[in-house]
């Protein structure tokens, strides 16, 4: 699971037997001296002195400079866009616990609360009933990265039932820490205030932290038989990340049931091997036997190894490399994820996992480890059969004894499939025609209860923000067909959960047009489209650059701002997935890598053109803007730098202005990851490269309005970046800068996002948009 600069607004919640990584965060909002982290004490990666700059504070956790008074209309316009991305993120089933009936977990922000909270809601779709389950109010970025629902474990000395093991962080640090979740009622007798708890009234649910440590840990993974609890932390050195694993049931730990410290034993499955490049190592399955673990070691998101561990011993064996059969593609070139082991108790060793070992895409295999034998699923090349070839990236891979489930990103669209391992359609691959609008699907199972073909999907359109929706697999699989060139498939219609369902919003949404331009070097590069008048005039535009670099804009991009621009400003809207992106196979995502660094920027210039050239009757060339965050603040950067002249201004968020500093000053576990991509600075011609291309270096030749905003704890970019921009190119031009209080790398409290997304508007206002009506 790799980690991509990109400042998504995403949450995590994880289904229990593969934490999915969505980034949607789970905050709050009072100051932190008075909230229950105040005893937590973090160390920042880098150290800032802010003190000779003369911030005003025009809201609650902003620093801002230069940036004046937000007309009301802006804050109040932008509310009916703001309520309607407030949709539910990723649900996953509890564990069933005894005679309760069937529930789910899953994040929402209710209409009046500061930020996004955990809920609970029946499996029955026709109920309307949603529990609130956590009451933060911290007064920082705090997030939720994984909420593994489980049966329960002994930790404390005796049957602690139901609730969750969840990482979560406080303060945009991202130092996640290990907590316990859990509801007195569920077990036998109620448990004393027990030690780092947490303050969750009126909510009916407990909190207990786990860890209490400046580490990060994550990644985590609970074994179907709820015996065992597997996860990642640096806590060895800081850098490495190793993988732990501890016992739920007979833990031995030694601790009572009250206040007193809780110490988790765990034994360390990959040992720290002393390379000098940080290790990465995370869990990827447990096998139903408890026999095996597969875990992978990534390098950078082009590379990433499968590894195969014994742990049926006293101590878990060495970690063993899973070396596939006649691949086609370079070790370092290779990926492999979403490996897990089947569910079929009479198969428990065989792996189904996604990897590009075999070609351009991330294709389905099904691999045993004994006889060392490949089956191609979905991997393109007719030499190598497979049961149903797809040039695309596959992705998000779960097994269950029935079957196994998988979605492809076909230019943007997500299409689901099956393929049942038993039946009579066992191993055809059917594609799952949902009636829909299309956009992005998300989905979990509930095999951990016993229900194999029951799936929550949480699905995401250009119309609509997220919403959860049941399908019953079984039902559907009666109806298989084929459509002209042979293929299985079957059309359905999910079930939509009445209390989370699709909020269609009281404006107009605008489906996206996909197009594509021949880049400087012949390389076309795809783009989503919307124009605000069904292209009949030029109107100014905005060209939205994702972060990543191994990211991808898809047909559901969907921030508050979007709407606004469109419907209140009459704005176009552009979101390119320049070289580099995700989605269009390896090849096209290291086409950007090191020394190509500079191509992907080139792409924004070729697009400018092409605009230019072939859009002017419905794009006025003359008022065009750049926005991105992370490293799309650092390509609004770099189009400042080289395409000044042929744009209006530039908002970048949480963006890269000097690669060395970056490099040198980002967390330490993150920093020879992103070598990989970016480039080494310690080596010599390298270093002189990177100083060639940086902004900061370069930012003479900016002649625009730039607005910048940070956050200041932020760790993946150190706010240095920014100040450092701000006090160079405010020397010429007009630079907005806003520093964002408690957060991080990505903004998550409402009150924080609602006044950058008004600040950024009132910027467009006055210098892409004629200044008549700027200064109401």
């Not at 009916?204 to 074994?223: A, L, M």
């Not at 176009?572 to 320049?578: F, K, W």
């Amino acid at each position: 699971m790799g980690v991509i600069d990109g400042g998504r607004h995403t949450a995590l919640i994880a289904n229990n037997s593969h934490p999915i990584d969505i980034s949607h965060p789970i905050d709050a909002g009072s100051d932190l001296k008075s909230s229950p982290w105040a005893s937590i004490v973090l160390k920042p990666t880098m150290s800032v002195d802010l003190s000779h700059l003369k911030f005003s504070h025009p809201a609650k956790k902003i620093k801002a400079l230069n940036v004046g008074p937000i007309p009301q209309r802006i804050f109040d316009g932008m509310k009916k866009y703001e309520e309607a991305v407030r949709g539910y993120n990723f649900p996953t089933f509890e564990r069933k616990i005894g005679t309760r009936p069937q529930t789910l977990i899953l994040g929402h922000r209710p209409l009046d609360a500061q930020t996004m909270q955990v809920f609970r809601m029946p499996a029955d779709t026709s109920s309307t009933e949603l529990q609130r389950l956590t009451y933060f109010d911290t007064g920082a970025g705090v997030s939720i990265r994984a909420f593994c629902p489980i049966i329960g474990e002994d930790w404390r000395g005796r049957w602690r039932a139901g609730g969750a093991l969840m990482v979560m962080d406080v303060d945009g640090k991202e130092n996640f820490q290990l907590w316990r979740y859990w509801e007195d009622s569920e077990s036998e007798q109620p448990f004393p205030h027990v030690h780092d708890e947490l303050e969750n009234k009126p909510g009916v649910g407990r909190f207990e932290r786990i860890t209490n440590d400046n580490f990060k840990h994550q990644w985590p993974v609970v074994s179907e038989s709820n015996k065992l609890f597997a996860f990642s932390s640096n806590r060895e050195n800081g850098k490495d990340f190793l993988v732990y694993l501890t016992k739920l049931i007979d833990s031995k730990t030694g601790a009572s049931a009250d206040s007193s410290p809780l110490t988790l034993p765990s034994n360390l499955v990959t040992p720290v091997t002393g390379e000098d490049e940080a290790a990465r190592w995370s869990t990827e399955s447990i096998s139903i036997d408890d026999r095996y673990m597969l875990l992978t070691k990534s390098r950078s998101s082009a590379f990433v190894q499968l590894y195969l561990v014994n742990i049926s011993g006293s101590e878990p064996a060495t970690p063993e490399l899973i070396t596939l059969p006649d691949t086609t593609e370079n070790e370092e070139e290779t990926a492999f994820e979403n490996a897990t082991f089947s569910r079929d108790p009479a198969n428990p060793h065989t792996i189904f996992l996604v990897t590009n070992a075999y070609g351009n895409f991330s294709s389905v295999i099904k691999y045993d480890i004994h006889t060392r034998s490949v089956l191609h699923i979905t991997t393109p090349g007719p030499s190598l059969r497979a049961l149903r070839p797809i040039s695309w990236e596959t992705a998000q891979l779960q097994a269950t004894k029935e079957s196994i489930i998988f979605r492809a990103n076909v230019d943007g669209w997500q299409q689901l499939y099956v393929m049942p391992l038993a039946g009579p359609h066992k191993d055809i691959v059917i594609e799952v025609r949902l009636d829909w609008e299309g956009g992005s699907i998300l989905y979990s199972t509930n095999a951990v209860n016993g229900k194999p073909n029951e799936l929550a999907l949480k699905l995401t359109s250009y119309r609509s923000s997220a919403y959860i929706a049941h399908l019953d697999m079984s039902t559907a699989l009666e109806h298989v067909e084929k459509d002209e060139d042979g293929l299985a498939f079957l059309s359905v219609q999910p079930t939509t959960h009445r209390q989370a369902a699709a909020a269609l919003p009281e404006f107009r949404t605008l489906r996206p047009t996909l197009m594509r331009f021949k880049s400087f070097d012949g390389l076309e590069v795809p783009f989503f489209y919307y124009h605000p008048n069904e292209r009949k005039s030029a109107v100014p535009f905005t060209i939205q650059i994702h972060g990543g670099p191994e990211g991808q804009s898809t047909s559901q991009s969907r921030i508050p701002i979007h709407g606004y621009l469109l419907n209140e400003l009459g704005c176009a809207v552009i979101y390119p997935n320049v070289r580099g992106s995700s989605g269009y196979g390896k090849k096209y995502m290291a086409a950007d890598s090191v020394e190509k660094r500079e191509d992907s920027v080139q792409d924004i210039g070729a697009l400018l053109e092409h605009i230019k050239n072939t859009m002017g009757n419905e794009l006025d060339s003359s008022r065009a803007a750049v926005m991105g965050g992370s490293y799309g603040g650092y390509m609004v950067y770099a189009c400042l730098v080289n395409f000044s002249a042929q744009l209006a201004c530039g908002v970048a968020n949480f963006g890269i202005g000097h690669w060395p500093s970056f490099l040198e000053n980002t967390a330490d576990h993150r920093r020879d990851f992103r070598r990989r991509k970016y480039g080494d600075e310690r080596v010599p011609e390298v270093r002189a490269m990177l100083e060639r291309i940086s902004p900061i270096n370069n930012a003479d030749k900016i002649t625009i309005p730039l607005s910048i905003a940070h956050g200041e704890n932020d760790t993946r970019i150190p706010v240095g970046e920014a100040i450092r921009m701000y006090e160079i190119v405010s020397k010429k031009v007009h630079v907005e800068l806003m520093v964002c209080e408690k957060e991080g790398h990505g903004f998550k409290q409402k009150s924080v996002i609602e006044f950058t997304n008004a600040a950024k508007l009132r910027f467009l206002e006055r210098f892409l948009f004629s200044k008549s009506g700027a200064d109401e």
